[in-house]
């Protein structure tokens, strides 16, 4: 089976066709939320799960209402026909659909090599620091700041780590986890934030909403638009727990100070080894991602995080009216 033939037969047509769908389905979901001024986390990332799910359904979907649907009479109709791009030569005898492949393999490698990889790696260390983590005293920081918030709580546990760490596990009896090296650095207003913070998590994961997302990702492994999205909606998720944590403490400022304290700035020198004057580029690009996203976490904190939740179900059915009626003639 050549290129071409399998962009016809419809493990290729669906593979093409959903990266397509995804493409236009994230397209006007960023129109819509700008232009309905959609700011609240929750609702944001209500929009954006049509990214994950709709590409899912959409060519099953069209097919069963038009088994013709991908026949040459239709697609000499359609709007975006995507086989005559993946079928043009690009250069010296590689087609398109050549470059399309190796683009979804690459993919497909990134998310082996940063999620599937790195969930690997945190639920054996979560199992490792469970074992090794220690309760704080009550008249330490950490003890005083869950005083300060109300039951029911989970248990906090104290790890051996001079770097700022703090991460939850999930289970039948959920926990927070603080390293050493963040309880030394922070106030104990700042503890209770970063406390409330991973409660909000813990919370948030009785309603396994990015289990059940990420679930969804898996299916469309090779396609990198919802790979983007997906982490967009992660970012998302923390936006919510932010505010959820400034909710409960009321302590926004603290909340913005500890991300400061856990972020290291771009320009922050560290000690490298001998003869190293520089990071590798891919290591400075995951430094730049990050930094922009807890600088966008700061920003919004210091300025008015707490977005009320209006549901505006117009906005909402229109978008998705409008992503089914598009979508259906891209082929």
Known sequence: MNISTFYYSYPGMYIAQSFCHSFITALLVDAALHAWKIENPVERQRFRLLIIILPIVSFPLYQLINPQRSSLTFRIDALFDITRWLNLEIWHGISGGVL????????????????????????????????????????????????????????????????????????????????????????????????????AHIERNKR???????????????????????????????????????????????????????????DDSRTKPEGVTSEPLKERLEDLSHSMIIENRIMRLEGNPLQRLTR?????????????IINYTVV
Not at 128 to 153: C, F, L, Y
Not at 225 to 234: C, D, G, S
């Open 208 to 266: 396994p909403l990015l289990i059940a997302t990420f679930l969804l990702r898996v299916v469309q492994f090779f396609n990198p638009i919802t790979l983007a999205e997906f982490r967009r909606i992660v970012q998302e998720e923390e936006n919510i727990c932010d505010d959820a944590a400034v909710a409960s403490t009321g302590k926004s400022q603290a909340l913005a100070d500890t991300l400061r304290k856990f972020h290291r700035p771009l």
């Open 312 to 324: 505006d179900r117009f906005a909402f059915l229109f978008t998705f009216a409008a992503i089914m």
């Open 100 to 199: 399309f492949l190796i683009l979804l393999s690459f993919t497909t490698l990134v998310f082996i090599v940063q999620e599937m990889v790195p969930i690997i790696k945190h639920a054996i260390a979560s199992r490792r620091n469970e074992a090794q983590g220690t309760k704080p005293a009550p008249d330490s920081a950490v003890g005083m700041a869950m005083a300060k918030i109300p039951d029911p709580k989970p248990e906090v546990f104290i790890i051996q780590d001079d770097d700022l760490v703090s991460f939850v596990t999930t289970g039948e009896r959920p926990a927070i986890f603080l390293s050493t090296g963040t309880v030394d650095s922070l106030t104990e207003d700042e503890i209770q934030t970063a406390i409330a913070h991973e409660m």
